[in-house]
């Protein structure tokens, strides 16, 4: 193509009006303008379908006022007060001014179709406990329960009524219910008690003690006032006629029994079985109360009423840690006190009518011959506490303690191979007969700190037990007993007759008026009854080895006890006070009872 052509081309084509410049020159002055955001008109208004697209995306300013009204804020960010709540408001006000001050309030005579729940108040049990939960769920506010129409629930209502509560509420009442079933235990009160007792008073009290007078003489016991406490028992003993006996105990007159049969009658168990033997057993001398301990280091009191609703309860125990117990006794005459003790150098003391409990050990001047206290008797009289001694050389000896200064008073000694094996104390208190395990037998006199005679047991074979009755029937000068029996490891139990040894002329070797050879194992327990018409002789080491004899015919009963009376393994044996009742313990730490008729 030439030259002119080009050029005449070049000619023909149209150039830019003048609007067009301009929009080229505002271009240059200002991009925003290409967008056509702030630019010419000349693109026309938008349509109906553009703007509803465009207030959905981004909205307007209209919307955005209204939308701040329901969050209460306006442009300036003052409290929105609709026109609507307004009107409403004014008209409410309208509507009361002219009503009658009676009628400005309404009485709910009915619960709703859903009435509210109810709120957690306080109440005795959450406001006497000021410790917080170790875990609170947030959720347990939120829950509702019926207590109307679960069955199993209704228990848990105050009112009959009442039908919906919270999970909080529900929770407080299954742990009110859950208390009332199973009481706080024993031992959480014991442990209560013993977190409030203070050191300062302790120290205060064993101070006190040993400033005592007396208390400088080299045979006194160390006196400590434990931090073991019980509840104590002063309403017991201060509301008599609910629990003195109304036979008066042995003071009745005496029965008369039938020397071969016998009426026996068996009343509900004396509580629970204990968690291990029982050991020792005891009935108090005025109240209708039965002691028992064991191993387990527990003590216990029961209530004897075979004839109640709840026959033959638990009144208090007392659990005594890490000492199993061996020996436990009233302290006569009023019964007051209860002694018990174990394989220990100690003995315990527990004050009934306190509730305090002391620990006494430590006989000064005689540690090398009592190193444990676990067997022990008390004196009819109440005023001397006898402990076999743990020395052997040279025989055995029994430590006698003034029960009320708990003060070495005497020993008492017996020439005897193997030691001493059982002691008793006179009906009067004041002597005691002592039993080597050889045979031989020493009579004390309290009075004169002295030893009246000495004698043997016939055919003694290894002597275990011995035991005495029918106080005031025999020689006054010894006691005033009439019977002594002895038993012995083959079974034999010896019975002597006591009136005949008138002006302390103890015969050397003394005939007995009877023999019993029923048992083949060891005699463990020999008792009598307080009237002196019966005694028991059982063995532990025989399952169902126990006999009871009548006296003086000394004869033993054919009908009682029977192939099927359950006794098991005889570990304890004790007569009621009043002579009417007889309770036998056993291994497995059942209390068994029967009622004596006659």
């Known amino acids: 193509m030439s030259l002119i052509e080009e050029s005449s081309r070049a000619s023909e084509k149209p150039g830019p009006t003048n609007s067009d410049q301009e929009v080229i020159m505002d271009r240059e002055g200002d991009s925003s303008d290409a967008f056509g955001v702030s630019g010419s008109d000349e693109r026309g208004e938008k349509d109906s379908t553009e703007l509803e697209l465009e207030t959905a995306v981004f909205g307007d300013e209209t919307g955005f006022y209204e939308r701040l009204k329901t969050h209460g804020v306006t442009r300036d960010n003052h409290e929105v007060t609709t026109t609507v709540t307004k009107d409403v408001h004014d008209e409410a006000e309208d509507d009361i001014r002219d009503l009658d001050d ?52 209704r228990k848990l209502r105050n009112y009959e009524d009442e039908d919906l509560v919270n999970g909080r509420e529900y929770t407080k009442r299954l742990r009110r219910q859950f208390e009332r079933l199973y009481p706080v235990p024993d031992w959480v009160i014991q442990a209560q008690s013993k977190a409030n007792i203070s050191a300062n008073s302790r120290r205060s ?100 009423s075979p004839r109640a609703p709840n026959p033959n309860p638990l009144l208090t125990s007392l659990h005594i840690r890490s000492t199993p117990l061996t020996t436990s006794s009233f302290r006569p005459p009023d019964g007051t006190k209860i002694l018990f003790s174990g394989r220990q150098r100690y003995f315990h003391a527990w004050d009934l009518s306190s509730g305090r409990v002391e620990k006494i050990s430590h006989i000064y001047g005689h540690q090398s011959e009592q190193k444990s206290m676990e067997r022990f008797k008390m004196s009819p009289c109440g005023r001397w506490m006898g402990l076999v001694g743990s020395q052997r050389k040279g025989g055995g000896l029994i430590n006698i303690l003034d029960a009320h200064t708990n003060q070495w008073v005497a020993e008492v000694r017996v020439e005897s191979k193997g030691g001493v094996a059982d002691f ?96 083949t194992t060891p005699t463990s327990h020999l008792v009598f009854s307080q009237d002196g018409n019966l005694m028991v002789m059982a063995s532990r080491w025989k399952r169902d080895a126990l006999r009871l004899i009548h006296l003086p015919s000394c004869t033993v009963y054919k009908n009682w006890p029977t192939s099927s009376t359950p006794l098991g393994r005889v570990t304890a044996v004790a007569f009621s006070p009043s002579s009417e009742m007889l309770a036998v313990a056993n291994e497995q730490g059942k209390i068994r009872l029967w009622e004596i008729r006659g």
């Open 205 to 304: 009290l064993i101070a006190h003690q040993r400033s005592s007078p007396g208390s400088s003489s080299e045979d006194e016991m160390s006196v400590d006032f434990d931090e073991i406490s019980a509840p104590p028992l002063a309403k017991l003993f201060q509301q008599p006629d609910a629990f003195i006996r109304s036979d008066q105990g042995p003071q009745r007159g005496k029965r008369k029994l039938r020397p071969e049969v016998i009426d026996m009658q068996r009343t509900k168990d004396v509580g629970v079985a204990q968690p291990s033997a029982v050991t020792s057993l005891g009935f108090h001398p005025r109240h209708p109360l039965l002691l028992s301990s064991g191993p387990s280091s527990m003590i216990s009191l029961h209530h004897i």
């Open 424 to 519: 008793e104390w006179w009906g009067d208190g004041e002597g005691m007969t002592l039993l080597g395990k050889s045979g031989e037998a020493v009579e004390w006199d309290g009075k004169q700190k002295k030893t009246i005679g000495r004698w043997v047991d016939e055919g003694a074979v290894g002597t275990t037990v011995i035991a005495m009755g029918s106080r005031g029937s025999g020689a006054k000068d010894i006691g005033g007993d009439r019977w002594i029996a002895v038993g012995s490891s083959n079974g034999i139990v010896n019975v002597y007759d006591r009136t005949g040894w008138k002006g302390r002329s103890f015969p050397a070797n003394p005939k007995p008026i009877k023999v019993f050879d029923q048992l």
């Open 102 to 153: 009676a009628d400005l309030f309404i009485l709910d005579s009915g619960p709703s179709e859903k009435p509210p729940l109810p709120q957690l108040r306080p109440d005795r049990e959450s406001s006497s406990d000021t410790s917080d939960a170790a875990w609170d769920d947030s959720d347990d506010g939120r829950i509702t329960v019926s207590l109307r129409t679960n069955p199993r629930l």
